[in-house]
């Protein structure tokens, strides 16, 4: 992942940036598996093997990140905590995004083949920008890119708006279950790895108390210092 790397000078967080970097790489891979499979690209057994083994690398990486952090911790100088604190909450983002991969692979599983229907481009059209999004808010991480941050998180908003209102549509649809179920699962998942990129994204333009913002609906999200009342 470019620029992951941005020490260069031997610092023990050095590792963990590498370790994240590879942390999205597999997840962006598992992914595009989970979509082979969904439309029809690649049998879902041949699919399911190799989605697992990539989900088995990121669980591994991120129990080393964790482990690192724990071990750096106990030497750190104060001008470390913060990106201490950062890596903790963001690997798990970026091993959540894995998990939702994994859901997808689940529709696959179930006989769910959205190659099947007038829809199959639009679907198609719809896993592309997400997935897309994904390397492109690592890259922005890696750098500590805030403009270009800020210009994925406009984008996170209007993906996270898209997949809600596909959700409702699906949901309230008179199609049969059987084409209805699948769309709104579809949509959801994609939703929650929009979700989990903002959060990453979150951490190259937020203060650390805010990080995590996307992964809640607009409307209760929480921002800056709760009044008293709510203390």
């Known amino acids: 992942m470019p620029g992951f790397f941005r020490r260069g000078d031997g610092h023990p967080l050095d590792a963990i940036e ?7 790489t597999h997840v962006t891979s598992s992914l595009h598996l989970a979509a082979r499979a969904l439309f029809g690209d690649q049998p879902v057994d041949d699919v399911a093997a190799d989605l697992r083994a990539t989900d088995r690398q990121v669980n591994l990486l991120e129990q080393e990140v964790r482990r ?23 690997v798990k983002d970026i091993e959540r995004i894995g998990d939702y991969a994994k859901n997808l692979l689940d529709l696959a599983e179930l006989g769910v083949d959205l190659s099947r229907g007038d829809d199959a481009g639009e679907l198609r059209r719809d896993f592309a920008v997400v997935v897309e999004l994904v390397p492109r808010a690592a890259t922005a991480f890696a750098e500590r890119d805030e403009a270009v941050a800020q210009e994925l998180l406009a984008d996170v908003e209007s993906l996270l708006e898209r997949c809600n209102a596909k959700v409702d549509a699906a949901v309230t649809s008179d199609e049969p279950g059987r084409h209805a179920a699948p769309r709104a699962l579809y949509h959801r998942y994609l939703k929650r790895v929009v979700a989990h990129t903002g959060n990453v994204l979150s951490g190259v333009v937020m203060p650390l108390d805010l990080l995590d913002f996307f992964d809640e609906d607009v409307e209760d999200r929480v921002r800056g210092v709760p009044d008293d009342e709510d203390r």
């Not at 952090?69 to 100088?77: E, N, T, W």
């Open 68 to 90: 690192a952090l724990l071990v750096h911790v106990a030497v750190a100088v104060a001008a470390d905590a913060p990106s201490m604190l950062t890596y903790m909450s963001l």
């Open 18 to 24: 590498q370790n994240l970097g590879a942390m999205f």
